[in-house]
């Protein structure tokens, strides 16, 4: 089972002796999900009332956190859907105190990340305010098929690619390029080689941005607007 940290920001993450490294930056677990995944994702599509995010690699749920706060404070209707493999356990969870966040967040993000798993092929939605919903795939990453043309942005939060390289493959940047809406955004903590050039390799125009917590790097990679459709 994985393993509590507390972090710089006061946050919690986990340490997974399995892959022998934690799901989020010691630096800040809950800043490092605030500025990668929200502030230069999810933030960054414009104008809208409602988002459709797919994450690779749900975790403790610490990005959907820091996604649903940002959400319900700015009105946006929220569709999130995580694809995990190893569930965090339950005991594990009523331990996790999250700091930083408003007591009503914390505890809907402990209300979802308690709901069921949801298998392939079956329906389990976890119904959030304002309209909005999370699904807990429990998939492999390196094979799920995604929904085409479903999600403004993709959260990409595997494990690194020095730990996990068959999960930096284009064969997976594929699914994430092709779940994409025209314009979508894919973010990563990673700025690694291996990752810019899987992501041009399918298509993608990569961005390098300045990483989080005094992390040189990260990523994002957009999904050209006037993509050829699927069909054709
Ligand atoms: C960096 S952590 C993600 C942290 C998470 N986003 C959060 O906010 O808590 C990487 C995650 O990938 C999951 N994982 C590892 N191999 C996987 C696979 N083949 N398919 C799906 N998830 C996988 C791990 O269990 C772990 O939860």
New binding site residues.
């Given amino acids: 089972m994985p393993k509590l940290r507390k972090t710089a920001d006061g946050s919690p993450t986990l340490y997974?002796a399995a892959?022998g490294?934690t799901?989020?930056s010691m630096q800040g677990a809950l800043s490092e999900?605030q500025y990668v995944f929200v502030e230069q994702g999810a933030k960054r599509c414009g104008e809208q009332k409602s988002i459709r995010i797919l994450?690779?690699?749900?975790?403790?749920?610490?990005?959907?956190l820091a996604t649903l706060q940002w959400a319900l404070q700015d009105g946006v209707t929220l569709h999130y859907t995580g694809?995990?493999?190893?569930p965090v356990a339950e005991q594990l969870l009523y331990t996790l105190k999250i700091e930083g966040v408003a007591p009503q967040f914390a505890k809907l993000w402990q209300e979802a990340m308690l709901a069921p798993w949801q298998h392939t092929g079956e329906d389990s939605t976890f119904r959030l305010p304002n309209g909005g919903s999370l699904r807990k795939l429990l998939?492999?990453?390196?094979t799920y098929t995604p929904e085409a043309e479903c999600y403004q942005v993709v959260?990409f939060?595997?494990?690194s690619p020095e730990v996990?390289p068959e999960?930096w493959q284009p064969s997976v940047f594929q699914h994430c390029y092709d779940a994409l809406r025209p314009g979508g955004l894919l973010v990563t903590y990673s700025a690694s080689g291996v990752a810019k050039r899987g992501l041009r390799t399918v298509g993608f125009r990569v961005e390098r941005l300045p990483g989080a917590l005094g992390k040189r790097h990260m990523l994002r990679a957009k999904k050209p607007a006037t993509h050829r459709s699927l069909e054709k």
């Avoid at 694809?83 to 190893?86: R, S, V």
Wanted: glycine fraction near 10%; aromatic fraction near 24%.
């Fill in positions: 997974s892959f490294e799901y989020h999900s994450e690779y690699g749900l975790g403790m749920g610490l990005n959907f694809i995990e493999l190893y998939d492999d990453m390196r959260y939060d595997a494990f996990v999960q």
